[in-house]
Structures are given as structure tokens and as C-alpha cells.
Antibody, heavy 119, light 110 residues
Framework: EVQLLESGGGLVQPGGSLRLSCPAS????????MSWVRQAPGKGLEWVSTISGSGANTYYADSAKGRFTISRDDSKNTLYLQMNSLRAEDTALYYC????????????WGQGTLVTVSS | QSALTQPASVSGSPGQSITISCTGT?????????VSWYQQHPGKAPKLMIY???NRPSGVSSRFSGSKSGNTASLTISGLQAEDEADYYC??????????FGGGTKMTVL
């Protein structure tokens, strides 16, 4: 069974940083493109970032470019999202998902970790 | 990055069929067959219902089908059931090397 378990969310002040983690199990992690998708309270889904199975290619939404960094550690079967210069509008539930921009869609999702940016 | 356009809400009675539209541009839906649909119940993570316009993942009911014409993709739910009441989101690859979601549609079973 595929399992994705996000962690690392919390309350942070504007301008602060957080690192989200998503350990994965139930599949060969290194073979899959992985992504982060977020959902602001009461709002719709927003794609944030994607990393290829090799880690060689990364993609970012304009809202994340220059502030967020996606990475992976295949030895630990874990996906990361380093978030810097956080803003109030980054407040959201952050989901880890298996899949990328094109084929197959986001086939599996975690339950999300809540990031709240507020003073 | 502007979102794909979906109706805010749709409704139907049990047993009926409904269709949710998802309108993009020639930079996304109109050019690429990488359109997906997701179902989200309140307080739950999204669930993939359709990928690559019309493909159903294993375990998804055949009552769900997808199609595309020009810049508009569609999700059809036939034989509506109470459990289908949820929010539905479309997504598409965009030529800038990004992915865009629709604003979401609240589907109500009357």
C-alpha cells in the first residue's frame, strides 16, 4: 500500500522558513516523480512544485519560484520542500503527491500538513 | 498563472448524469492530453478519478468518464449516487512547464 506522510508544518512568522518532509513507502520511491500541492483554507488546489525521479529536474509555480526548493533523498525515501521568505498567502494545507506534470496524474496523496504564516 | 475555468457548482438527482466542464487555452487543455480530474470530500485528501483526459485509475467506478474538445475538458458522472457529492477539480499541463488546476466545482446530489 502506498503511504505518504507529510510533516513539518506549523505556525511561522512572515519572512520565516519551514521545511516540510514526506517519507514514502509502499513503492519504489526513486522511480517516481513527486510533487507538492497546497490548498488554502476554504480554497481550491494549487500546484506548487515537482521533482523528477532522478532529482535532476525541478519545476515551480510562479508563486514558489525563488522562495521554495523541492528536493528528495532516495536513500531515505523522502521528499522535502524548503520554504523561505514565507508570506501570509502561503498559509495552506500542503499535500505531498506521487506523480508529476504529465502522465498518470497525481495517483496518490498524503493527508497534508498545515502551514500557517502569521504574526 | 491563471486557473482553468470550472463552474462553481452543479447539481443532479440520484440516477441522473451530470457533466462538469473545464475550460483552458491553447497553451494547456487545447494542446496537451494531460488533463486530470480529482474528487475531494470535505476534510479529505483529493482522489484521482481521471488522468490523461479519459483514463480511469484502477478502482474508480466506470460511472466516471472524461473527454476533451478543443480547449474544454469534461467530466461526466452517470448514475449519480449520494457518495458522489464532493468538490471536483481539473488540472492540465501547461506549455510553460507548469501545471494548473481549475477553481473547483461543488457537486450536489439533490
Amino acid at each position: 500500500e502506498v503511504q505518504l506522510l507529510e510533516s513539518g508544518g506549523g505556525l511561522v512568522q512572515p519572512g520565516g522558513s519551514l521545511r516540510l518532509s514526506c517519507p514514502a513507502s509502499g513503492f519504489t520511491f526513486s522511480s517516481y516523480t513527486m510533487s507538492w500541492v497546497r490548498q488554502a483554507p476554504g480554497k481550491g488546489l494549487e500546484w506548487v512544485s515537482t521533482i523528477s525521479g532522478s532529482g535532476a529536474n525541478t519545476y515551480y509555480a510562479d508563486s514558489a519560484k525563488g522562495r521554495f526548493t523541492i528536493s528528495r533523498d532516495d536513500s531515505k525515501n523522502t521528499l522535502y520542500l524548503q520554504m523561505n521568505s514565507l508570506r501570509a498567502e502561503d498559509t495552506a494545507l500542503y499535500y505531498c503527491a506521487r506523480g508529476g506534470l504529465t502522465v498518470d496524474g497525481f495517483q496518490h496523496w498524503g493527508q497534508g500538513t498545515l502551514v500557517t504564516v502569521s504574526s | 498563472q491563471s486557473a482553468l475555468t470550472q463552474p462553481a457548482s452543479v447539481s443532479g438527482s440520484p440516477g441522473q448524469s451530470i457533466t462538469i466542464s473545464c475550460t483552458g487555452t491553447s497553451s494547456d487543455v487545447g494542446t496537451y492530453n494531460f488533463v486530470s480530474w480529482y474528487q475531494q470530500h470535505p476534510g479529505k485528501a483529493p482522489k484521482l478519478m481521471i488522468y490523461e483526459v479519459s483514463n480511469r485509475p484502477s478502482g474508480v467506478s466506470s460511472r466516471f468518464s472524461g473527454s476533451k474538445s478543443g480547449n474544454t475538458a469534461s467530466l461526466t458522472i452517470s448514475g449519480l449516487q449520494a457518495e458522489d457529492e464532493a468538490d471536483y477539480y481539473c488540472s492540465s499541463y501547461r506549455s510553460s512547464g507548469t501545471l494548473v488546476f481549475g477553481g473547483g466545482t461543488k457537486m450536489t446530489v439533490l
